[in-house]
């Protein structure tokens, strides 16, 4: 990896590219520091640290502290990816997007432009229910409409201009704008994190149990990463025989391929949908404030992750079993979404390729179908694990922390695929270099 990124900075091009996305990320640092006009800036701290639960962790968390902070990117990204997941789905119900995702450059572009127009319309309605909901409640220094609007119109902004800056990254610089936005916001926190588990268990400690707590600290971190990179990068090849036909005089084809099937076909999304779906009572409460009795206080216990495996509490540990079960789900569903074996199955048919051993038509799509199941059930175990060992740790030690499963899968994810990006930028380089000579 560092001798790629050594290699990339002999070129020119592609250091451009670089020290681009690194000013803009600098940018984003920059900006993430910048107070919204007209609010108390220590309200957010006091509140969040009030919160029994942690159903606003993971935002903060992909907002790198400027929700907490309150500044004027406080928003973030989140709008955005709120916006593509919600457009990715709706293309499963509205036949006129899955034909404009199917047309080419226009198609995505147009695509794009829908995205960026329900962006900007989810960060007017989460900066009005933020400026109006806690600015009620002391977020702002004087509620009036003034401010209202001000901070409506400044976290709204923020929000765009950390789309357009996304956007800049993939055009300009080394691609994956969105991804590496997010990418930021979550490694700025990591520090943090790390230096409050040292304070919990390695600091002040005897020498022999803080180098016992230290090894196992970094085990673990290590040991996640390390799953992160094999379920990310692990890959079940199907091969493909393409059979010999004749054009003209010519005898073509007969070459042999492959159908790459990732084993963490879906991603990070699995764990995404089923936090979103466990926290989304947990914040609506919140925002509502009413804190809970009775009934429906135990029940928001059973949702809040703060509560699962702590061994003096082992009820609502029963939160984690639904947890896991919406994780199989919806790494099953997501991938039905995203990966569709008939359409493959047809396409090898109409070009003449087949699976050696399968019959072309139904039966490769009935073994396509048999075989992504088998392999998106190994691939949700992986995701399992690294999704509930931060649970696990927090509610049997206490350490809390903000980067979990879900931050270590996308900062890993980013990471090589950045890489990756950079390594065919120099490859394509290379084939241009020839063709010139």
Same mark, same amino acid.
């Given at each position: 990896?560092?001798e790629t990124v050594k290699n990339a900075f002999k070129v020119k091009e592609i250091r451009l590219k670089i020290l681009f996305t690194?000013? +803009?990320?600098?940018?984003?640092?920059?900006?993430?520091q910048l107070p919204v006009p007209g609010v108390d800036r220590t309200y957010f701290s006091n509140w969040f640290a009030q919160q029994?639960?942690?159903?606003?962790?993971?935002?903060? %968390?992909?907002?790198? *502290?400027?929700?907490?902070?309150?500044?004027?990117?406080?928003?973030?990204?989140?709008?955005?990816?709120?916006?593509? #997941?919600?457009?990715?789905?709706?293309?499963?119900?509205?036949?006129?997007?899955?034909?404009?995702?199917?047309?080419?450059?226009?198609?995505?572009?147009?695509?794009? %432009?829908?995205?960026?127009?329900?962006?900007?319309?989810?960060?007017?309605?989460? %900066?009005?229910?933020?400026?109006?909901?806690?600015? $009620?409640?002391?977020?702002?220094?004087?509620?009036?409409?003034?401010?209202?609007?001000?901070?409506?119109?400044?976290?709204?902004?923020?929000? !765009?201009?950390?789309?357009?800056?996304?956007?800049?990254?993939?055009?300009?610089?080394?691609?994956?704008?969105?991804?590496?936005?997010?990418?930021?916001?979550?490694?700025?926190?990591?520090?943090?994190?790390?230096?409050?588990?040292?304070?919990?268990?390695?600091?002040?400690?005897?020498?022999?149990?803080?180098?016992?707590?230290?090894?196992?600290?970094?085990?673990?971190?290590?040991?996640?990463?390390?799953?992160?990179?094999?379920?990310?990068?692990?890959?079940? $090849?199907?091969?493909?025989?393409?059979?010999?036909?004749? @054009?003209?005089?010519? +005898?073509?084809?007969?070459? /042999?391929?492959?159908?790459?099937?990732?084993?963490?076909?879906?991603?990070?999304?699995?764990?995404?949908? %089923?936090?979103?779906?466990?926290?989304?009572?947990?914040?609506?409460?919140?925002?509502?404030?009413?804190?809970?009795?009775?009934?429906?206080?135990?029940?928001?216990?059973?949702?809040? /992750?703060?509560?699962?495996?702590?061994?003096?509490?082992? =009820?609502?540990?029963?939160?984690l079993i639904v947890y896991i079960a919406l994780l199989i789900f919806f790494a099953y569903f997501y991938t039905s979404i995203t990966?569709?074996?008939?359409?493959?199955?047809?396409?090898? &048919?109409? @070009?003449?390729?087949?699976?050696?051993? #399968?019959?072309?038509?139904?039966?490769? !799509?009935?073994?396509?179908? =048999?075989?992504?199941?088998?392999?998106?059930? #190994?691939?949700?175990? *992986?995701?399992?694990?690294?999704?509930?060992?931060?649970?696990?740790? $927090?509610?049997?030690?206490?350490?809390?922390?903000?980067?979990?499963?879900? /931050?270590?899968?996308?900062?890993?994810?980013?990471?090589?695929?950045?890489? &990756? @990006?950079?390594?065919?930028?120099?490859?394509?380089?290379?084939? &241009?270099?020839?063709?010139?000579?």
């Amino acid at each position: 990896m560092f001798e790629t990124v050594k290699n990339a900075f002999k070129v020119k091009e592609i250091r451009l590219k670089i020290l681009f996305t690194l000013a +803009m990320l600098v940018v984003i640092r920059f900006g993430s520091q910048l107070p919204v006009p007209g609010v108390d800036r220590t309200y957010f701290s006091n509140w969040f640290a009030q919160q029994t639960g942690d159903a606003f962790s993971l935002f903060d %968390a992909f907002t790198g *502290g400027s929700f907490l902070s309150m500044s004027i990117l406080a928003l973030n990204i989140t709008p955005y990816i709120t916006s593509s #997941i919600i457009i990715q789905l709706l293309t499963i119900a509205i036949p006129k997007l899955e034909e404009m995702q199917r047309e080419g450059e226009e198609g995505r572009k147009m695509m794009v %432009a829908i995205t960026r127009y329900v962006t900007v319309g989810l960060s007017l309605i989460t %900066a009005s229910a933020v400026a109006i909901g806690f600015g $009620r409640q002391g977020l702002l220094e004087e509620f009036n409409v003034i401010n209202v609007i001000t901070v409506i119109a400044a976290l709204t902004a923020g929000s !765009s201009f950390l789309m357009w800056i996304g956007e800049r990254i993939t055009d300009k610089g080394v691609g994956n704008g969105i991804s590496i936005v997010l990418t930021i916001n979550i490694i700025s926190r990591m520090p943090q994190d790390v230096a409050s588990l040292f304070e919990q268990f390695v600091i002040g400690k005897s020498v022999a149990n803080g180098t016992v707590a230290t090894i196992i600290i970094l085990a673990v971190i290590v040991g996640m990463v390390v799953l992160v990179i094999l379920l990310n990068d692990a890959v079940r $090849r199907i091969p493909v025989q393409y059979a010999k036909k004749i @054009q003209g005089r010519k +005898m073509v084809g007969g070459s /042999s391929t492959n159908i790459p099937l990732k084993v963490n076909t879906a991603g990070v999304m699995p764990i995404i949908f %089923a936090s979103s779906l466990m926290e989304f009572p947990v914040i609506i409460s919140t925002f509502a404030g009413y804190q809970g009795t009775g009934v429906w206080s135990e029940i928001l216990k059973y949702l809040s /992750s703060s509560y699962w495996c702590n061994p003096a509490m082992p =009820k609502y540990s029963v939160g984690l079993i639904v947890y896991i079960a919406l994780l199989i789900f919806f790494a099953y569903f997501y991938t039905s979404i995203t990966f569709n074996p008939l359409e493959i199955a047809d396409n090898m &048919k109409k @070009q003449g390729g087949f699976i050696p051993g #399968i019959r072309p038509g139904k039966p490769t !799509s009935e073994y396509l179908t =048999k075989i992504l199941n088998y392999i998106i059930f #190994i691939g949700v175990c *992986g995701l399992t694990i690294v999704g509930i060992l931060p649970f696990f740790f $927090r509610g049997v030690f206490g350490a809390d922390v903000s980067f979990g499963g879900t /931050s270590l899968i996308i900062v890993v994810s980013v990471v090589l695929e950045t890489i &990756k @990006q950079i390594e065919s930028m120099m490859l394509v380089r290379n084939y &241009k270099g020839f063709l010139n000579d």
